[in-house]
């Protein structure tokens, strides 16, 4: 998945992979869900308090749930 990350007012592009993701039927219709990561580096929005003591590399992870 890709889009747009913004932080600090700085947009970045920023793509999501998905580590798992499956659908199930449901009472209420089917429902979708999924784990998603990525990667970015705080110094590309201007966050850079504490570098290099403070790692730079920032894993992102998402879970996603919805229904159809």
Same mark, same amino acid.
């Given at each position: 998945?890709?889009?747009?990350?913004?932080?600090?007012?700085?947009?970045?592009?920023?793509?999501?992979?998905?580590?798992?993701?499956?659908?199930?039927?449901?009472e209420a219709g089917e429902v979708?869900? +999924?784990?998603?990561? =990525?990667?970015? $580096?705080?110094? @590309?929005? +201007?966050?850079?308090? =504490?570098?290099? $003591?403070?790692? @730079?590399?920032?894993?992102l992870k998402v879970q996603v749930?919805?229904?159809?």
């Amino acid at each position: 998945m890709r889009g747009e990350f913004t932080l600090r007012g700085v947009g970045q592009p920023l793509s999501l992979h998905a580590t798992h993701f499956a659908c199930r039927p449901a009472e209420a219709g089917e429902v979708c869900g +999924g784990d998603f990561e =990525g990667e970015l $580096l705080r110094s @590309d929005f +201007g966050a850079t308090y =504490g570098l290099p $003591l403070v790692g @730079d590399r920032i894993r992102l992870k998402v879970q996603v749930e919805g229904r159809r």
